[in-house]
């Protein structure tokens, strides 16, 4: 059902939010989160449209970072979608 995880960061100066996080993501996600870097400060929507270019997925589902996914929240979401 999940394809691809794409989390798209707006800048982070933190260095564990840059290589270290996409050498941790590549070695224990099997290429199903990847993460795309902003250059630059483009704020939450220019981010997102980064993001959605870079997924591959049919669907798109936007979590911000204080929204908790609990179990099976997916599937309610997609069969509203059939």
Not at 40 to 55: M, Q, S, W
Request: proline letters at 4%; charged letters at 20%; a positive charge.
């Amino acid at each position: 059902m999940l394809t691809l995880i794409m989390i798209a960061v707006d800048v982070c100066v933190a260095e564990h939010c840059k290589k270290p996080l996409d050498d941790y993501l590549a070695t224990h996600f099997d290429g199903k989160v990847k993460v795309v870097h902003q250059g630059r400060r483009e704020g939450l929507i220019r981010t997102r449209i980064t993001g959605a270019k870079a997924a591959t997925g049919q669907v798109l589902i936007f979590l911000d970072s204080h929204v908790e996914a609990n179990i099976n929240w997916l599937p309610p979401l997609l069969g509203q979608m059939t």
